[in-house]
């Protein structure tokens, strides 16, 4: 009998690192998308599904292995934690959990500071273009609110 089936803790723990390896190849995946010159959108928003299905799943095998380790009589909190993975024999699989944990959620604040780069990069782009279009046609700019071209902005005028 392997050690996750003797105790019902280690298994926990065992799924949440699991599921955490899957989350970090993923956000590897995400930030390679982010890295390229133009992003395949599509990618992009199967990623963040993906994303919040791992964490979904990640969520709901925290909730139980919080609720064996107090079927097991130990507190729901970080002292009870690292006392039942003590306890359990499995306290070098919760330390492997929690620096997984870790690294996760710093490749997380990456990727979104990655997209927040690309976001601002776009807002200035746009922005650009707007005074671009103005300055062109300062009455009636070259293309109206929603984007589009105006009727006449690119005619020259009869009166010249």
């Not at 928003?45 to 095998?61: I, M, S, T, V, Y």
């Not at 990727?111 to 009636?140: K, V």
């Amino acid at each position: 009998m392997n050690a996750a089936a003797r105790t019902p803790l280690l298994r926990h723990i065992a799924q949440q690192q699991a599921q955490l390896e899957a989350l970090s190849a993923l956000l590897r995946r995400e930030r390679a998308a982010l890295q390229q010159g133009e992003p395949d959108p599509h990618l992009l928003a199967d990623l963040a599904a993906g994303k919040q299905q791992l964490l979904e799943d990640l969520n709901l095998r925290e909730q139980r292995r919080r609720a064996a380790q107090q079927q097991l009589g130990f507190a729901d909190s970080a002292h009870g934690d690292a006392e039942a993975a003590t306890r359990q024999g499995c306290l070098a699989s919760w330390r492997d959990v929690q620096a997984l944990a870790a690294e996760v959620a710093r490749q997380n604040r990456l990727n979104g500071l990655l997209i927040d780069m690309r976001l601002h990069h776009n807002q200035r782009m746009l922005n650009f273009l707007r005074d671009c279009a103005q300055e062109a046609n300062p009455e009636n700019g070259l293309y109206g609110p929603d984007g589009q071209a105006r009727q006449g902005g690119g005619q020259i005028s009869s009166r010249a």
